[in-house]
């Protein structure tokens, strides 16, 4: 079953279009990757599709609901989190203050849900006092996705977790990513390393001005050595 179809969309800013008619296809239970380079247009689809940019066309559909033009705040109450590239943590707040933020809709307990969240991220736990600012930027992505994970969404998307990291933290995180996935969650990864992402994306686009490249099983993407050259730089 789909949680997510974007179904010809086209957005952009202002008068310049940067999304042409982009269709993809995100089923329950999965990781999804987006890859592409600087300026391919990736978050401008994952803001495109949280509400925070109004599509000039086509349709997302989330669990046969459509979805087009939805607020964040809707989005997030019916399941559907997002992990900005950059400002997802609040420095001056703690670690444990952070993820207390991230449960803002909630009224019930939230502690069970922390501790789950901590199961995930043990390093976080030992650190709760800390702030934020503090963190190492390792630890900074798992604390972002951590508040994401404080509302228990059934899609979660996230845009270049590997940002800025050194190259065993990529590994680590990517590693955190898929782990997240075998419990349950469906994920939309944005990212660049394709070559880190591919192996472990059951469905995989390739995102080039702001265009669908290609598409496919990660493994068979990654095997194919047309799309390697003219996509992955080898
Ligand atoms: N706020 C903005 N205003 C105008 N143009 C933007 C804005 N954000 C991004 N762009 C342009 O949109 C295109 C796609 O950007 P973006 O979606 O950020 O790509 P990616 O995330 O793949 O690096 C780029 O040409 C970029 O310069
Ligand atoms: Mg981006």
Redesign the pocket.
Known sequence: MSSMIVENLVSG??Q?E?LHNLSLEIEEGQIASVL?P???????LLRSIFGLLKPWEGRVIYQDEDITGYTPDKLVRMGICYVPQEENIFPQLTVKENLEMGAFIRTDDINPRMEEVFDLFPDLHSRTKSHAGELSGGMRQMLAIGRALMLNPSTLMLDEPSTGLAPFLVDNIFERVHNLNQTGVTILLVEQNAGKVLPFSDKAYILEGGEKKAEGVGKELLADEEIGKLYLGR
């Open positions: 800013y202002g310049m940067v592409g600087n300026g391919a247009g990736k978050t401008t």
